[in-house]
T-cell receptor, first 112, second 114 residues
Framework: QKEVEQNSGPLSVPEGAIASLNCTYS??????FFWYRQYSGKSPELIMS????GDKEDGRFTAQLNKASQYVSLLIRDSQPSDSATYLC????????????FGPGTRLSVLP | KAGVTQTPRYLIKTRGQQVTLSCSPI?????VSWYQQTPGQGLQFLFE???????NKGNFPGRFSGRQFSNSRSEMNVSTLELGDSALYLC?????????????FGPGTRLTVT
């Protein structure tokens, strides 16, 4: 069974700090990885996609991928209270098409 | 460009009834996937449609079905509703036609079964 695991949190960080969110996946053949942010009562919003080993930066967000360790992470620099949300890691198995497997999400709380 | 739209946004049904939910993808997107989100199980994949064909199917009973029209709009149907079907049903569309790519979610339909 394909699985994606995340620490459920809550993860609390002070405003301005770096928040580090982690994700591991079981299907070694997976090639596509995504981070979504979900505010309470809202639908998931795409933050980052990453397909190759290494780092990918977009503004205050950096995604890191290590396929050998089956590990994906998301760093949020200069965290703001508005970043407080649940962060979902998604992996698309190599079955063709779009059938993402989501982790349970990590709840992030940024304290003013 | 308009985002993914879903109707209705909220729905209350009784056990045993059936329900149809609708999704309009982002213009130009031909892949539409459906997910169920519950507090206990999280986000789970239901099925994906591409060019009016079901391309992938998750591990849900046959009471859950879907279809896609020639304009890429999609519907999902749940028959013989059970209390456990109460959930947020999310539709996501993608521009990618083969391989894997980014999916964008609609606002969801909140279904309550009483």
């Amino acid at each position: 069974q394909k699985e994606v695991e995340q620490n459920s949190g809550p993860l609390s960080v002070p405003e301005g700090a770096i928040a580090s969110l982690n994700c591991t996946y079981s299907d070694r053949g997976s090639q596509s990885f995504f981070w979504y942010r979900q505010y309470s009562g809202k639908s998931p919003e795409l933050i980052m996609s990453i397909y190759s080993n290494g780092d990918k930066e977009d503004g205050r967000f950096t995604a890191q991928l290590n396929k050998a360790s089956q590990y994906v992470s998301l760093l949020i620099r200069d965290s703001q209270p508005s970043d407080s949300a649940t962060y979902l890691c998604a992996v698309n198995p190599p079955s063709g098409g779009q059938n993402f497997v989501f982790g349970p999400g990590t709840r992030l709380s940024v304290l003013p | 460009k308009a985002g993914v739209t879903q109707t209705p946004r909220y729905l209350i049904k009784t056990r045993g009834q059936q329900v149809t939910l609708s999704c309009s993808p982002i213009s130009g997107h031909r892949s539409v996937s459906w997910y169920q989100q519950t507090p206990g199980q999280g986000l789970q994949f239901l099925f994906e449609y591409f060019s009016e064909t079901q391309r992938n199917k998750g591990n849900f009973p046959g009471r859950f079905s879907g279809r896609q029209f020639s304009n890429s709009r999609s519907e999902m149907n749940v028959s013989t509703l059970e209390l456990g079907d109460s959930a947020l049903y999310l539709c996501a569309s993608s521009l990618v036609e083969t391989g894997s790519g980014e999916q964008y979610f609609g606002p969801g339909t909140r279904l309550t079964v009483t």
